[in-house]
Nanobody
Framework: QLQLVESGGGLVQPGGSLRLSCAAS????????IGWFRQAPGKEREGVSC????????YYADSVQGRFTLSRDDAKNVEYLQMNSLKPEDTAVYFC??????????????????WGQGTQVTVSS
C-alpha cells in the first residue's frame, strides 16, 4: 500500500528555516514524480515544488524560487523540502503527493493521485 507521511512543520519566525520530510512506504520514490503543495485557510491548494521523474525537470513556484529547495535521500526513501527565509505568507498546511513517472504530470493537485496527511507550517513573530 502506497503511503506518504509528512513531518517537520511547526512555528517559526519570519526569516527562519524549516525542513519538511515526506517519507514514502510501499513504493520507491525514484519511480514517482513527487510534489509539494500547500493550502492556506480560505485558499485553494497550490503547487510549491515538484520534481518530475518523467522528464527530470524540477519546478518551483515563483513565490518560493530561491528560498525553497528539494532533495531526496534514496536510502531512506524520503523527499525533503528545505524552506529558508520564510515569510508569513508561507503559512499553510503543506502536503506531499506522488504520481507514477509514466504519467506526465504538471505541478498541480489534479495531476497527483497519492497524498500525505499534511503538516502545518506557521510563520509568525
Amino acid at each position: 500500500q502506497l503511503q506518504l507521511v509528512e513531518s517537520g512543520g511547526g512555528l517559526v519566525q519570519p526569516g527562519g528555516s524549516l525542513r519538511l520530510s515526506c517519507a514514502a512506504s510501499g513504493f520507491t520514490l525514484d519511480y514517482y514524480t513527487i510534489g509539494w503543495f500547500r493550502q492556506a485557510p480560505g485558499k485553494e491548494r497550490e503547487g510549491v515544488s515538484c520534481i518530475s521523474k518523467s522528464d527530470g525537470s524540477t519546478y518551483y513556484a515563483d513565490s518560493v524560487q530561491g528560498r525553497f529547495t528539494l532533495s531526496r535521500d534514496d536510502a531512506k526513501n524520503v523527499e525533503y523540502l528545505q524552506m529558508n527565509s520564510l515569510k508569513p505568507e508561507d503559512t499553510a498546511v503543506y502536503f506531499c503527493a506522488a504520481v507514477h513517472k509514466t504519467i506526465r504530470a504538471r505541478c498541480v493537485p489534479a495531476s497527483f493521485d497519492s497524498w500525505g496527511q499534511g503538516t502545518q507550517v506557521t510563520v509568525s513573530s
